[in-house]
């Protein structure tokens, strides 16, 4: 098993996919000669030729029509952002268009927009957003944001295969910050099932994204405090595994829901409100949130810390309900 970073687990991915499969094609801002902003496509020109890794003009919403009509027609195109904040240059294609085709004609529509997402990296407003819950609002999308190179690359091979228009979010924060020991070959993640990263007794961490690794880093932290924190990793919003948010909520009684995006309408507040609707007898305290306030992402260093969830705000928030 070779040792990858998430970034390159992202590439491996799609480089698999592309050679098992001459359907799927990348189209996005500079990933041909160039190789992509962050380097993902590199060395994917030279391999398979300009008719499948295509330079396209900095117009997204033209980007998301080409890929609809592609799909339409039978291949399974992927679509690079350079950032996942200009995704809503082309929302009108993807909601009203890719969303719906298959609803109303009928027909299949395979193709996955994948970019970096996130905060972290001080990129400001502009390249640092969490756009998650404008996508898992929209029925016909599927929305997936791992957290480990292995799930990355399993995923992004899954989101390739599947027949649904695929929102990929990937984790700019954690492209090289995260290695990990990655299967070779085959190796497909299926959509819709959350992972208990950490198995424990007290309460329950439920999380998605680089907040996974921030919610296990205060795990580690409690655990010298004698507080047994499980972690759960959703791995895909849409489909959403609500067994196992609610089997993790049945075996603690206490729950922290956090995610880096704007606390407001965030995601966390399905899954709040899904384990109150169908666990609620099996609490032991109330359902506690831990995200980012509702304003923009600073640019300032020191003010984008203050902005983020990590693991200290995370532990801090598990103390407060372990004592309840």
């Known amino acids: 098993m070779p040792v990858m970073t998430y970034l390159e687990a992202i590439s491996a991915a799609m480089r698999e996919e592309m050679r098992r499969d001459v359907r799927v094609f990348i189209m996005g801002e500079d990933v041909a000669e160039y190789g992509g902003a962050f380097k993902v496509t590199k060395?994917?020109?030279d391999e398979f030729g300009p008719e499948r890794v295509i330079n396209m003009p900095i117009a997204e919403s033209g980007m998301v029509g080409a890929a609809v009509g592609a799909a339409a027609m039978g291949q399974r195109?992927?679509?690079?952002?350079?950032?996942?904040d200009f995704v809503a240059c082309g929302f009108d294609q993807i909601v009203n268009m890719a969303a719906k085709f298959h609803y109303r004609l009928n027909i299949p529509l395979p193709m996955v927009i994948r970019?970096?997402?996130g905060g972290g990296v001080h990129g400001g407003p502009f390249h640092s957003q969490n756009p998650e819950a404008w996508f898992a609002h929209v029925p016909g999308l599927k929305v997936v944001a791992p957290s480990t190179p292995s799930d990355a690359k399993g995923l992004l091979k899954a989101a390739i295969r599947d027949d649904n228009p695929v929102i990929y979010l990937e984790h700019k924060w954690l492209y090289r910050r995260l290695t990990e020991n990655v299967l070779d070959g085959d190796d497909v993640v299926p959509l819709g099932k959350a992972s208990v990263r950490r198995e424990?007794?007290?309460?329950?961490?439920?999380?998605y994204s680089a907040t996974v690794q921030h919610a296990l880093e205060a795990a580690?932290?409690?655990e010298a405090e004698n507080i047994d924190a499980e972690v759960v990793d959703l791995r895909t919003l849409v489909p959403l595994d609500v067994e196992t948010i609610l089997a993790s909520a049945r075996?603690?009684?206490k729950i922290i829901v956090a995610h880096e995006a704007t606390r407001t309408a965030g995601f966390g507040g399905e899954i709040v409100a899904q384990i109150a609707e169908q666990a609620f007898e099996y609490l032991d305290g109330p359902i506690v949130r831990v995200a980012a306030p509702d304003t923009p992402v600073p640019y300032s260093a020191p003010l984008e810390e203050f902005f983020l969830p990590n693991a200290q705000k995370i532990a801090d928030a598990a103390r407060k309900l372990a004592k309840y």
């Not at 424990?200 to 999380?207: F, Y």
């Open 115 to 117: 970019g970096p997402s």
């Open 43 to 45: 060395g994917f020109l």
């Open 220 to 222: 580690t932290i409690l």
């Open 200 to 207: 424990g007794r007290d309460l329950s961490i439920i999380t």
């Open 251 to 253: 075996k603690t009684g």
């Open 77 to 84: 195109p992927i679509v690079e952002m350079q950032f996942m």
